[in-house]
């Protein structure tokens, strides 16, 4: 890296007046520059950034572009940024932006507004979290989970929930980007390669993304593959942004995808061209199934007493059944047969049992190309011609970071992408694989908050701890990795870091229950009602211990910090406002500007914006770096980073406990939670309340971990900008990519699957195609299949689609003036041109969207590119951006799939982010009219 | 006067005296994601002066569309046969307003609920077109639709239509590398210059009363530091470097491989900023089979845009293309690439983080 400090270029002293044209080089200058990043999630970004600072403000930022190339032959990272990012300066003095604690001085929403002291706002807002909790207990304070919390926000909100014993919604349900299908397969959902792992990608399917609007920074390595002969196919019902420069545009009709995939996998099967060795090895395709029930042999079948999670396959050299190794994905001697029909002696006297790999096969029929083709609207020819290539080349899916997902059958999708993947040994090298979102990463977030004092040797005695732990575990089961015993001990942690999946706070308490309870919203193959199968699950205890709050528990005291619920949740603002608003005593929002939410709290806290506090980007692998953002200018106002805003809410807690003396109160889980010392708890008597020490502490204990260099420190990263990752860490999400990072490699994830045979956290210890759990057996779903989207929000012509915005991260920028004015300055939907003019609706003609659940008026963006019967309306869009404040959230019910309650079943566990219910939205059925 | 010619240094001499050399771009369309990134950078760092908000020097249209401001290129400006072709001063309005947005009415208002945030005109009309207006609308009939994007800016012209319609003498052309200027002290705003551009990509300050657009960075340049747009641009498109200059990437790309075009070339003004035209996706014929025959964009249109060489342009790029997938070497793919991103920056490689900025009085 550069010596950062030296000036290269010294710009000559112009005399006044010389020459007409200092006029703009005068405009170019500044006294100060600074690194920076917007450490919100526009993730996966970490864009590094510089502010140039002029007489104390920020005049403008820039790209920093100081990266090395790290492999030779693959283009380097630089320059990273977006239209968002190098424009982000326009946020900081910006109309929307909160400047002091304001407290409602009218009804909720009235927009009547009243400024107060910091010290009155923290005093109502502890008294209320105090009552709450002697009423109901800490479950009454909640904490919905928003996306854009940076590394303060992050510690400070985790901090203060754990202290309180407040309950904190799952993130990945909160933001329906929870990938079931690739965590039935693999156990997890988030698998990651780096960015530039692209570019050794030989064939590049974007499939349920649009990475022209969402991923400005990384694209270019679609470009530059393309160069080098990769081929490009955007697979996406309209002629998408992120069409334009593929090579091939295959116009899908809406929710079809797992046809068109499963139509792939009966070429590659029936063609011959299974890449066999892998699938033996990664894959349950080799395992014994019984066809009849459909479950896998057992050793609990074969003998008295067997393991219920012992598998077998068949031995083709002796031509017995063996058992299948937990421990690893070799066989050793063992040649196991893929397919074939075999006899076994069970308990139940001989069954004929068959290969998973074999009932693909049978349930493959239903998809030959040209039927395949029928239903998803496509020639046969071009599935034939796909699948050809995929087999013979490093094939890479780029999905949105959960878009499948986002469909009600979004699993069944996955699966099926997943089983083409495997039949073509597609994941685990160079160029291939598909992904979701991660975190984790940044160890020193999750060590500096357990220490008693600064220093190396509290994070070294973690890390020995967690060592020692593991190695106890490994030798108690040697058939353990790292990677199974961290994911295994997340499951049965009884929650995920803090979080519980919201569904059942949702149902119980937000309104949900209605829409839920339409069983005709539902997928029409959903086999009882839904109140059925929810009691099921809840009596079955396949959610014990998570399935808060309780019915006696409602909430009482929210506090949104990171997010924007009312703008967000599927199923309505208007869902919200009737159903969980009037429950709530006290409403905070805690944000840098008005959002939607903040219009219809009790009070709001002014945050501080990036460049105004010090941050990290969102860690994760998709780019291998720990990306850093200073604070450059004080916040403007009473403006306060989210880690001090939650210490003066702790400090207020302690002192009215102390006062009203309030004795500590115990949880559901029995934990206490002791008011009366919460600030002496939340800064570690004090330690904790500079955030200057604060990451400069988390720095150096990730370095002691050893995920950054052992010379990470705040100094340091203010002279680099930012560290690449020397290692994992030790959080489960990094480990479970099951890769080591390498300075001069692109990272792809599972290596340690494909190249040393580590197995993988599943029931079956493989990528697992079969999952042989009751209710997926009746559903027809134990394989990957094809289903219609269920008709949800009503019998209505229009499938309605979705997807990030190019022009906000989520809903940050969208009220921001130079963002709106490089679009048409408000939300549009698109809409097929022939289909407006039947509707009578001409180019920015406001149109009526609704179905069953609700209704919200926009302008028709009339476009070649959309496809007839389809009507896009892209996300991100604050409410007040529409007419009586309502968006499509009001017309989305937000049906979640009934399956993904089912639980008790080997990996179908749920730890933070991962195997849980979440609602969708994509093919939401509605009507279009002129308004 | 050749038209639709890429070797169009080679033409006469432009008014004014032929410069030492040529600064030029090449924009690689085929990396271009129409994020307005350029966009956005070229507006923090310039254009947010008096007068300037509707400004948008650099700005990235939808193609086949109408461009910024309204109809751009069909305004007149430039010549044709060597004669100036009269050419429209477009309306605010064409140009797209700096709209004005009431926070305060949404945030605080009375008509909280009632009103809503979105884009009003100075005398409070709804808008009906803006820079960007028609973003992804693009062109044909589904499922054979499509579109590309087109960043434009001051494109520098060798033959500036602008700088001869000038009564004043206050467009000038740089010595040191051929940027046109405009002296903002000598302009008093009689906006021929706008009617002659055939780009359209001359403002009018009406608060100053002086004509103004993109300038090159040129305190940028000076520094040795790549302009504002280029060196923000995270598609890697724009190539820069003296076109003079025979190992430049321009260079090569403009006259060796002949695959960076001038736009409009019939608006006979030699323009040095040069596109390398869109390779978009292989249409479908009526059975729904992909038919490499066909293009999904009528070529009589990309000719328009790109003159007749776009044809063979196009070849190059698609063989080159197969050439590197058989495992063979390619020049031309290496440079389209730029594995090393500074690559792309020729001559104007400095970190302007390391650049000493000048204390003008």
Same mark, same amino acid.
């Given at each position: ?129 105090? !009552? +709450? #909790? =002697?009423?109901? *207990?800490?479950?009454?304070? $909640?904490?919905?989970? @928003? ?109 079809? !995808? +797992? #046809? =068109?995939?499963? *139509?792939?996998?009966?070429? $590659?099967?029936?063609? @011959? ?111 034939? #011609? =796909? ?545 | ?361």
């Amino acid at each position: 890296m550069s010596n950062e400090a030296t000036p290269v270029v010294t710009l000559a002293v112009a005399e006044a007046g010389a020459d007409q044209a200092d006029r703009y080089r005068s405009r170019w200058t500044w006294d100060e520059v600074r690194w920076a990043s917007h450490c919100i999630d526009c993730y996966p970004g970490n864009c590094p950034m510089r502010v140039y600072l002029r007489d104390g403000k920020v005049v403008r930022e820039e790209s920093a572009a100081t990266f090395p190339v790290y492999q030779d032959g693959v283009p380097d990272l630089n320059p990273m940024g977006c239209q968002k990012g190098v424009g982000w300066s326009r946020l900081l003095d910006a109309p929307e932006r909160v400047l002091y604690p304001l407290r409602r001085d009218g009804e909720r929403g009235q927009g009547k507004w009243r400024r107060i002291s910091w010290d009155e706002a923290c005093t109502e807002i502890a008294d209320a979290i105090l !009552d +709450a #909790a =002697l009423e109901t *207990g800490p479950e009454a304070l $909640v904490a919905p989970s @928003g996306c854009n919390l940076g590394t303060l926000a992050l510690a400070g909100r985790g901090k203060f929930m754990g202290l309180t014993g407040g309950l904190t919604l799952d993130l990945n349900a909160e933001m329906n980007d929870f990938a079931a299908g690739q965590y039935l397969t693999w156990g997890m959902f988030d698998p990651v390669s780096s960015v530039d792992d692209w570019f050794h990608s030989e064939v590049f399917l974007i499939w349920f993304g649009n990475p022209n609007y969402t991923r400005i920074p990384h694209v270019h390595y679609l470009a530059e593959a393309r160069y080098r002969g990769c081929e490009v196919y955007t697979i996406s019902p309209d002629v998408s942004p992120s069409a334009v420069h593929a090579d091939y545009h295959l116009p899908v009709r809406p929710g079809s !995808d +797992a #046809a =068109l995939a499963l *139509g792939m996998c009966q070429v $590659v099967i029936d063609e @011959g061209l299974v890449n066999e060795s892998f699938v033996a090895t990664q894959t349950d395709l080799p395992l014994l199934v019984d066809p009849v029930t459909r479950r896998y042999l057992r050793a609990s079948d074969v003998v008295e007493g067997g393991s219920e999670e012992q598998l077998f396959a068949w031995d083709a050299t002796t031509g017995r059944p063996v058992e299948a190794p937990r421990g690893t994905l070799w066989w050793g001697d063992v040649r196991p047969a893929l397919e074939g029909t075999f006899t076994v002696d069970t308990l139940h006297g001989p069954v004929q049992v068959t290969t998973v790999l074999s009932m693909v096969r049978e349930r493959l029929a239903d998809y030959e190309p040209e039927r395949a083709a029928e239903v998803c609207g496509l020639h046969p020819d071009t599935i034939r #011609a =796909l699948a050809r290539k995929v087999a013979r080349h490093r094939t890479n899916i780029l999905g949105a970071l959960g878009g499948a997902s986002k469909h009600y059958h979004g699993d069944l999708i996955e699966r099926s992408q997943a089983l083409l993947l495997a039949l073509t040994g597609n994941w685990g090298r160079h160029g291939t694989g598909m992904r979701a979102w991660v975190g984790g990463f940044l160890d020193g977030l999750i060590t500096f908050a357990l220490k008693t004092h600064r220093g190396p040797d509290e994070a070294a005695a973690i890390v020995d701890m967690r060592d020692s732990v593991m190695r106890d575990a490994l030798e108690a089961d040697p058939t353990l990795t790292e990677k199974i015993w961290a994911i295994e001990a997340a499951r049965s942690g009884g929650g995920g870091g803090g979080f519980v999946p919201p569904v059942f706070f949702w149902y119980r308490f937000a309104g949900y229950k209605d829409a839920w309870e339409r069983r005709e919203w539902h997928d029409p193959s959903m086999p009882r009602p839904f109140e059925e199968l929810w009691r099921e699950a809840i009596d079955s205890g396949w959610w014990t211990g998570v399935d808060t709050p309780r019915e006696d528990q409602p909430p009482q005291v929210l506090i949104e910090c990171g997010g924007n619920v009312l703008r967000r949740t599927r199923g309505g603002t208007k869902m919200l406002l009737e159903h969980l608003w009037p429950q709530l005593k006290m409403v905070v929002t805690m944000d840098v500007r008005m959002s939607a939410t903040a219009t219809w709290s009790d009070i709001v806290l002014p945050m501080a914006q990036q460049y105004e506090k010090i941050g990290f980007g969102i860690p994760s692998c998709h780019v291998m770096h720990l990306t850093f953002c200073d604070k450059a200018v004080e916040p403007p106002g009473e403006a306060v980073d989210e880690w001090e805003g939650f210490r003066r809410i702790a400090e207020k807690l302690e002192v009215r406990a102390r006062e009203r003396g309030v004795a500590p109160v115990t949880d559901a889980w029995g934990r206490e939670h002791d008011y009366g010392s919460m600030h002496v708890a939340f800064t570690a008597d004090g330690m904790w309340t500079d955030q200057e020490v604060i990451i400069d502490e988390m720095l150096r204990d990730s370095g002691v971990v050893g995920s950054l260099p052992p010379e990470a420190s705040l100094d340091e990263v203010r002279r680099r900008g930012y560290f690449r990752w020397e290692s994992l860490g030790i959080t489960p999400r990094a480990v479970g990519q099951a890769t080591e990072p390498s300075a001069t490699e692109t990272f792809v994830p599972f290596r340690k699957h494909v190249e040393d045979g580590e197995p993988y956290p599943t029931l079956c210890r493989r990528a697992q195609f079969l999952i042989d759990h009751p209710w997926f057996i009746e559903a027809d779903e134990h394989l990957p299949r094809h289903k219609e989207p269920p008709a949800s929000g009503g019998d209505h012509p229009f499938q309605m689609s979705s997807g990030h915005n190019r022009w906000s991260i989520h809903s940050l920028n969208t009220a921001n003036q130079l963002m709106l004015e490089t679009h048409r300055g408000g939300p549009h939907l698109v809409i097929n041109e022939h289909d407006a003019a039947r509707l009578g609706l001409a180019d920015h003609d406001t149109a009526r969207v609704f179905n069953d659940r609700g209704e919200f008026r926009v302008p028709v963006k009339t476009s070649a590119a959309a496809r007839p019967g389809q009507v896009i309306m892209y996300n991100g869009f604050d409410n007040y951006q529409f007419p009586g404040w309502a968006g499509p959230n009001d017309a989305e019910p937000g049906m979640f799939k009934w399956l993904h309650l089912a639980g008790g079943y080997g990996h179908l566990r749920y730890w933070g982010n991962e195997w849980q219910p979440c609602p969708v939205m994509r093919n939401t059925r509605v009507s279009v009219e002129p308004a | 006067m050749s038209t639709a010619s890429s070797g169009s240094t080679e033409a006469p001499a432009a008014p004014g005296s032929r410069p030492k050399q040529q600064f030029a771009m090449v924009l690689d369309l085929n990396k271009c994601l129409g994020c307005q990134c350029c966009t956005v950078a070229c507006k923090t760092q310039w254009t947010s002066g008096p007068g300037m908000d509707a400004m948008w020097w650099n700005i990235v249209s939808t193609i086949p569309g109408r461009g910024t401001p309204r109809d751009a290129f069909e305004l007149g400006g430039g010549y044709r046969n060597g004669s100036p072709v009269p050419g429209e001063l477009p309306s605010g309005r064409e140009w797209g307003e700096a709209w004005e947005f009431d926070y305060e009415q949404v945030f605080d208002g009375e008509g909280y609920g009632k009103t809503f945030l979105r884009p009003k005109e100075h005398d409070g009309a709804e808008p009906g077109w803006g820079p960007n207006w028609d973003e992804d609308q693009g062109g044909g009939s589904y499922p054979n639709s499509y579109f590309f994007y087109l960043p434009l800016l001051c494109m520098n012209c060798s033959q500036p239509a602008c700088l001869e319609a000038c009564p004043r003498d206050s467009i000038y052309r740089r010595d040191e590398d051929g940027i046109i200027l405009i002296d903002e002290e000598r302009c008093h705003g009689y906006r021929f210059c706008v009617e002659a551009c055939p780009y359209k990509r001359i403002y009018f300050n009406k608060e100053r009363s002086v004509a103004q657009k993109c300038i090159s960075c040129y305190p940028r340049l000076e520094a040795g530091v790549a302009p504002a747009c280029v060196r923000q641009c995270p598609g890697r498109l724009h190539h820069i470097g003296y076109l003079d200059d025979p190992d430049s990437a321009v260079h090569r790309l403009v006259h060796t491989f002949q695959v960076a075009l001038p736009l409009h070339a019939d608006f006979e003004v030699m323009p040095n900023v040069f596109y390398v035209p869109p390779l978009l996706p292989d249409a479908f014929d009526e059975d729904g089979r992909f038919d490499p025959s066909r293009s999904r964009m009528p070529l009589e249109d990309l000719e328009r845009l790109f003159g007749p060489e776009v044809q063979a342009a196009l070849a190059t790029l698609q063989a080159e293309r197969e050439r590197v997938a058989a495992g063979e070497p390619s020049e031309l793919m290496d440079i389209l690439i730029a594995r090393n991103w500074r690559d792309l920056l020729g001559p104007f490689d400095v970190d302007p983080a390391r650049v000493e900025p000048a204390r003008h009085r």
